[in-house]
């Protein structure tokens, strides 16, 4: 598979996400509740080992001890590395309910990309003017644990407050696909095309998720979108929710990018 540098480290191009895991489809009470019965550990895990085998290196996840403990048991048994991009997020699946304690979480078990979650830095309540209050700390507590720092977004206007502003972010988590969904209940108003335009007049890379519109997109109409549309070096997260979906993406991607 095609790999992609940040900072020092290679990802490949494709990367696991977990929301399914955790019973977050972004689609109806009924699909989070199948996602539920199906992932416990076990079948998070044969997942996992299931896209290493198809050359993806890195899960992308929110903070919690179950994700940890899983990674550590397939990082036991597989050769090559298996990267983590570990978010905020705060949620159902950890006692952890403030960014500072999630944030010192990740870096205690050494995310390869601690990132910043939009609950944070999308909060307008958090915003002084043209600053976030409070990130500058973060990304330096990061920095100076000799991890990379991303920031996860749903926002234009967040990438750009910060570029502007220097933050010294490595990587953007950022929503692209080719219907605009977000998220349900999103109130923003950035059409596709301002998706496409901040990311590709930002050098840095970007994590593009929400690629297949949580599960509202065939993978063969949404991925060539972003094969067309995204730069060389962002990376696309996936949440899947089976080994069939792992192949038939990931497969697919292979031969786009």
Do not use: W
Not at 103 to 118: G, K, Q, T, W, Y
Not at 182 to 206: A, L, Q
Not at 208 to 231: S, W, Y
């Amino acid at each position: 598979m095609k790999q992609v540098n940040i900072g020092n480290l290679t990802f490949s191009k494709v990367i696991c996400g977990a929301n399914p895991f955790y019973g977050h489809s972004h689609f109806s009470d009924a699909r989070d509740a199948e996602y539920l019965g199906r992932f416990d550990d076990e079948a998070i895990e044969r997942t996992i080992a299931h896209c290493i085998g198809l050359g993806v290196n890195t899960v992308e996840s929110c903070g919690n001890e179950r994700i940890v403990k899983i990674l550590s048991r397939l990082r036991e048994a597989t050769a090559g590395p298996i990267h983590f991009v570990g978010s905020t997020r705060i949620d159902e699946t950890s006692e952890m309910k403030s960014h500072q304690k999630k944030l010192s979480f990740l870096i205690e078990n050494r995310a390869d990309i601690c990132v910043v979650h939009a609950q944070f830095v999308d909060r307008p309540r958090k915003r002084k003017g043209d600053s976030i209050a409070g990130l500058a700390r973060l990304v330096e507590k990061i920095h100076a644990a000799g991890l990379l720092a991303g920031i996860s977004t749903h926002r234009v206007g967040t990438v750009e407050l910060c570029e502007n502003q220097g933050y010294g972010v490595d990587t953007y988590l950022f929503p692209v696909n080719l219907s605009g969904f977000v998220y349900p209940g999103y109130d923003g108003t950035e059409s596709v095309h301002d998706r496409i335009d901040i990311v590709r007049s930002t050098p840095k890379p970007f994590i593009l998720i929400k690629t297949l519109g949580a599960g509202r997109i065939p993978p063969g109409e949404g991925l060539p979108f972003i094969a067309e549309n995204a730069k060389a070096n962002d990376i696309v997260s996936i949440g899947f929710g089976s080994d069939d979906e792992v192949s038939e993406s990931v497969e697919l991607a292979d031969k786009l990018f």
